[in-house]
Nanobody, 120 residues
Framework: QMQLAESGGGLVQAGGSLRLSCVVS????????MGWHRQAPGKQRELVAG???????VYADSVKGRFTISADNVKNTVDLQMNNLEPEDTAVYYC??????????????WGQGTQVTVSS
């Protein structure tokens, strides 16, 4: 069963905007942290933005002031609004959730990834 489903990636010119959305399966009954990571070719996966269940947020220095993470507890989604995109933002973006289901303990769930490509 797919626990996280991402959407919203694509191709955009530098300076443009994209909004990524991640729907979290209702089978994950308790959530601690949610976030978006990215991995560019030849580079390690890095945290882009995170949000706790209390609403506290954290951002990578490279995206501060340009990206905004938000969570909707009713829709069970975590979104990433990306503005003023730069070619360096090109990567596969992954949604992640630290949570647990009725059958498992706390663990880190990952989405399948969505490609974001920013052209110069």
């Amino acid at each position: 069963q797919m626990q996280l489903a991402e959407s919203g990636g694509g191709l955009v010119q530098a300076g443009g905007s994209l909004r990524l959305s991640c729907v979290v399966s209702r089978s994950i009954i308790n959530i601690n942290n949610m976030g978006w990571h990215r991995q560019a070719p030849g580079k390690q996966r890095e945290l882009v933005a995170g949000i706790t269940s209390a609403g506290s947020t954290v951002y990578a220095d490279s995206v501060k002031g340009r990206f905004t993470i938000s969570a909707d507890n009713v829709k069970n989604t975590v979104d990433l609004q990306m503005n003023n995109l730069e070619p360096e933002d090109t990567a596969v973006y992954y949604c992640s959730v630290v949570g647990r289901t009725l059958r498992s303990g706390w663990q880190n769930y990952w989405g399948q990834g969505t490609q974001v490509t920013v052209s110069s």
